[in-house]
């Protein structure tokens, strides 16, 4: 009931502003864009993947409780804007530049669709949990893996015979500045 997309790339572009406010404790409110480059809508929907988010989180030590909320419509989703999540995350260093990750967090998703029978988007939502590791090599960049499960439902989150909602092993590489 959501949209398509041929897209192959996953693009997450962010900026903000993080303080501490208090000994051991942050803030941080930005704003986060999912681009899918060279990506076209596909099926009745039309509407491409592209999407935006406002942020606020608050850490203590290494927890973090974080929420987010799409100002537009979310990974093409028709009539989702105002869909939200919410994550926990506890990073805790174990040895010198590897960090243990665990993540709990929830999305919901907002709006029904009235071209589709008046589908219920909230039939979308899924909870998510990772648990993984991360390797700091220096000037900003990063590896690690991590393994995901949900309870996304598979009838909403195959395409293609590629079932998203599947528990899996993910290596990932960052750069931040």
């Known amino acids: 009931m959501g949209a398509q997309t041929d897209a192959r790339i996953e693009w997450d572009i962010y900026g903000g502003y993080k303080w501490a406010f208090s000994k051991d404790w942050t803030l941080d409110v930005g704003y986060l864009r999912y681009e899918y480059p060279n990506s076209n809508a596909l099926g009745t929907a039309l509407v491409k993947p592209n999407t935006d988010e406002v942020y606020a989180g608050v850490s203590y030590g290494p927890a973090t409780l974080k929420y987010s909320y799409s100002i ?3 990974f093409g989703v028709p009539h989702s804007e105002g869909s939200d999540y919410i ?3 506890v990073n805790y260093p174990i040895i010198d530049k590897v960090t243990l990750n665990g993540v709990l967090g929830h999305q919901r998703y907002k709006g029904n669709q009235p071209a589709a029978g008046n589908f219920d988007n909230g039939l979308f939502d899924y909870t998510v949990w990772k648990i993984g590791a991360t390797y ?3 000037n900003g960049f990063s590896a690690g893996a991590y393994y995901k499960g949900t309870d996304a439902d598979p009838i909403y989150f195959t395409l293609k015979d ?5 528990d899996r092993l993910v290596g990932f590489v960052a750069w931040s500045f």
Do not use: I, M, W
Not at 162 to 166: E, F, L
């Open 87 to 89: 994550e926990l995350s």
């Open 72 to 74: 537009n419509e979310l």
């Open 162 to 166: 590629k079932d998203a909602s599947k």
């Open 136 to 138: 700091e090599f220096g």
